[in-house]
């Protein structure tokens, strides 16, 4: 029987629709999930949905629907999406599901039991954005993550977290493949060295969750709920023999975003280390994407949308760049100019070359039959070797992680082979009858390059790998192909017709988008309109006269000439100016359509503009030259 495997990505909050970063997420764990496929195992892939919550709960009321019915609605979204990114899960889950409820009641029983749960009070901050309490001292200016927090008092049980941070830490040294890549796992032994708290794991101030069975009215905290996920998508107490097979004897790998590091390198182990239960074998996290260098947000208008960039530069394209740009764990930028870039030179010039000079020339030489009369010298066997080498570094790097590096390793061989072809020039070659049978050896090898090449991108390039099986006249799915098949070099069929040339991948031009000089997505705070201005009467006046308003540190008393008449304004700018007589004879602007009110017993007629720079008020100074009354527009 295969050796199990199984892949997960986190659980994503359908509050919004999926952006950049959740495709590129998904797409490592397919990339993961295909390869380990061609490497003969027997794979399950899990992705889904955290659906309980309360924000689910207040968006869905904001919307006018039933949490059910909008995390219904919602989940289409992932769905649709998944299948244009050709995602090959096997499974779909979400925490609103009877089997999760299931687990997650389950889960709470068994850390229970064993004393790993309390019933007590919590008091201080929580962040609604993240569902998580937040300790003080996670606190930045204030804010979690850059968002606000809640002062939150309330009723609760708490998870015993404190008591696991040896365990954790020994796991951890004694398991150096736990957490990856190396940074992250210094990030982690860093924080639980610092001390861990207790966790709640119930919330009382709403409803829409999953209920604690240890007392009525509270619900089971999102965190605890949303975890154990990765349980019920492996049989966890729906098929005891699954579960047997994919979690306590096979490998398991969580594949994660930064922004939930701890949720998953310290609360889940130590749920599964209370409850009795093998931890996962591996924690890949990566890092997130910039746009043109700048921060992805919807207030920036920069959010990638994956299906929009699909539709421009296509599916295997668009998955090729993701993989190809980032580097596992580190930040990584998403650039327009960087994708045409690689498309034209890594998937046109490269690979597409590649084919379509094979393929032309078997037509113009055999016919397009694929012929071998064995001719071999030193080159060709220095090809085989370099193959070999390929398949071992591209297993090195995509098990740990590396999968740009995996890809560049893939290129050196499509390189390598284009090299092969201008070393071997088969245009001399045919011209000579004697040397037909070296040209056949030649052109074998270029085809039989091109279909262990068309098997090694599958996990990365699906469509691309069956695209180019079709050209090689091959009714095969590359994917179901085992590298184990393809370990000897000579495995494509001799005496097969290849097909038509067809471009994988058209050269594109890059969009020169002129700069604005200007911001064109400005975001105006408490926006008014043209109409609600034109109500504002605002005109230049002069001073005649100021004086300090008795009883009062701040406010000054004003007569102006309005150009019209004399007004009496009151303006609270005393402490600024402290010689105020200088201020008579000046001209500044002045709102004379307000309606009059009294401060300190005193009418103001209108109210004086000011400017306000480093908590320095000062008054809005006009030219002596301009009239009094001058309208100001």
């Known amino acids: ?70 995390v219904d609605k919602m989940s289409l979204n992932f769905t649709s999406l998944w299948e244009k990114l050709n995602i090959s899960n096997t499974d779909f889950l979400r925490t609103t599901q009877q089997r999760h409820i299931k687990s997650v009641k389950e889960i709470v029983k068994r850390v229970y039991e064993k004393g790993g749960i309390y019933k007590g009070e919590y008091i201080g901050k929580y962040s ?25 008092k309330e009723e609760s049980y708490f998870f015993k977290l404190s008591e696991y941070g040896e365990k954790l830490l020994k796991h951890i040294e004694e398991n150096p493949g736990f957490i990856k890549p190396e940074g992250k796992k210094n990030e982690v032994v860093a924080f639980i060295k610092q001390g861990l708290q207790d966790l709640s794991i119930s919330r009382t101030t709403f409803d829409w969750g999953i209920p604690l069975e240890l007392e009525k009215g509270h619900i089971i905290y999102v965190w605890f709920d949303a975890l154990t996920v990765y349980l019920t998508g492996a049989g966890f107490m729906s098929d005891s023999l699954e579960f047997e097979k994919r979690w306590e004897n096979g490998e398991t790998v969580h594949v994660i975003g930064k922004d939930i590091l701890r949720f998953h390198t310290i609360i889940w ?38 299906e929009e960039e699909i539709s421009k530069y296509g599916l295997d394209a668009f998955r090729y760049y993701l993989m190809r740009e980032a580097t596992f764990g580190h930040d990584a ?14 998937l046109a010039n490269d690979l597409g070359n590649l084919l379509n000079r094979t393929i032309g020339m078997q037509k113009k030489y055999f016919d397009s039959e694929v012929v071998l009369n064995k001719v071999e010298e030193d080159i060709d066997l220095e090809i085989s070797e370099f193959w070999k080498k390929t398949v071992e570094d591209v297993d090195h790097h995509i098990n740990e992680f590396q999968f740009s590096e995996a890809l560049k390793d893939i290129w050196k061989f499509i390189s390598r082979m284009n090299k092969y072809i201008d070393e071997c020039e088969p245009w001399i070659l045919a011209k000579e009858v004697e040397k037909k049978d070296r040209l056949s050896t030649v052109m074998y090898n ?24 079709v050209q090689l006249g091959l009714d095969i ?22 097909g038509e040339a067809v471009p994988l991948f058209p050269r594109m031009e890059i969009e020169e988008k002129e700069k604005s000089e200007y911001k064109l997505d400005l975001k105006i705070e408490n926006p008014i309109k043209i109409e609600d201005f034109s109500k504002i009467e605002i005109k230049v006046v002069e001073i005649e006269k100021v004086f300090k308003v008795e009883g009062s540190d701040k406010l000054l008393k004003f007569i102006v000439n309005t150009g019209k008449e004399k007004r009496q304004i009151i303006s609270g700018i005393a402490k600024y100016y402290k010689d105020e007589g200088a201020l008579v004879g000046k001209k500044v602007a002045a709102v004379l359509n307000l309606e009059p009110v009294t401060l300190k017993g005193e009418l103001s007629q209108g109210m004086l503009l000011t400017t306000a ?21």
Request: charged residues 25%; aromatic residues 8%.
């Open 128 to 152: 609604v954005s993240e569902e998580t309490f937040v300790p003080e001292n996670q606190l930045v200016d204030g804010k979690y993550m850059g968002k606000e927090v809640i002062d939150v």
């Open 333 to 346: 930028d998403y650039s327009k100019k960087a994708m045409v870039q690689r498309i034209n030179s890594d």
């Open 477 to 498: 799915e590359p994917e179901n192909v085992k590298l184990s098949d393809i370990e000897k070099w000579g495995v494509y069929p001799q005496g097969n017709r290849l």
């Open 1 to 70: 029987m295969p050796n199990s495997f199984y892949v997960t990505t986190p659980i994503y909050y359908p509050n919004a629709a999926p952006h950049v970063g959740t495709a590129y997420t998904t797409i490592i764990c397919d990339v993961i999930a295909r390869y380990r496929r061609i490497m003969g195992y027997d794979v399950s892939f899990m992705t889904g949905l955290d659906e309980h919550g309360q924000k689910i709960q207040e968006s869905a009321e904001k919307n006018g629907y039933t949490p059910q019915e909008w």
């Open 613 to 633: 720079e480093k908590k320095k008020i000062g008054l809005m100074e006009i030219n002596s030259g301009v009239k009094i009354g001058t309208v100001i527009k």
């Open 446 to 469: 270029l085809v039989e390059s091109l279909y262990r090449i068309s098997i090694l991108i599958s996990p990365f390039m699906p469509d691309t790998a069956k695209k180019m099986a």
């Open 269 to 306: 182990p130590a749920m599964l280390m209370a409850a009795g239960i093998k931890l996962p074998d591996t924690v890949g996290v990566h890092g997130w994407w910039t746009v043109e260098g700048e921060k992805m947000s919807k207030s920036l208008g920069n959010v990638v949308h994956p």
